[in-house]
């Protein structure tokens, strides 16, 4: 088992920079693919990037590629999402999601096996 905590959402102004962390427990190590996720209200759970089980190849959706960035820490077991130049539509519920060991990053939400609780992130006008 794989326990996900996110950390550092808050109220940001457009235009402003927030860096999220996920911090990973249990069974945890550089096997496992991780993503980043958000949910806004009244809208599906959507991809927002992802890194490979080695740390390498980071991968974006396009609503996002050139403002964020994934980065992870194999020593801390962290992996974390560094949010700039940010827009009101930015805002969500941000989540992080592990896969099963071994298998690569996707963009899907079915395919990951782990999910944290969630952080907030408001980007006012």
């Known amino acids: 088992q794989v326990q996900l905590v996110e950390s550092g959402g808050g109220l940001v102004q457009a235009g402003g920079s927030l860096r999220l962390s996920c911090a990973a427990s249990?069974?945890?190590?550089?096997?496992?693919?991780m993503g980043w996720f958000r949910q806004a209200p009244g809208k599906e759970r959507e991809f927002v990037g992802s890194i490979s089980w080695g740390g390498s190849m980071p991968y974006y959706s396009d609503s996002v590629k050139g403002r964020f960035a994934i980065s992870r820490d194999l020593a801390k077991n962290t992996v974390d999402l560094q949010m700039n130049s940010l827009k009101p539509e930015d805002t969500a519920v941000y989540y992080c999601a592990a896969r099963r060991p071994f298998l690569r990053a996707t963009d899907r939400t079915r395919d990951y096996e782990y999910w944290g609780q969630g952080t907030q992130v408001t980007v006012s006008f």
């Open positions: 249990g069974r945890t190590g550089s096997s496992y693919a």
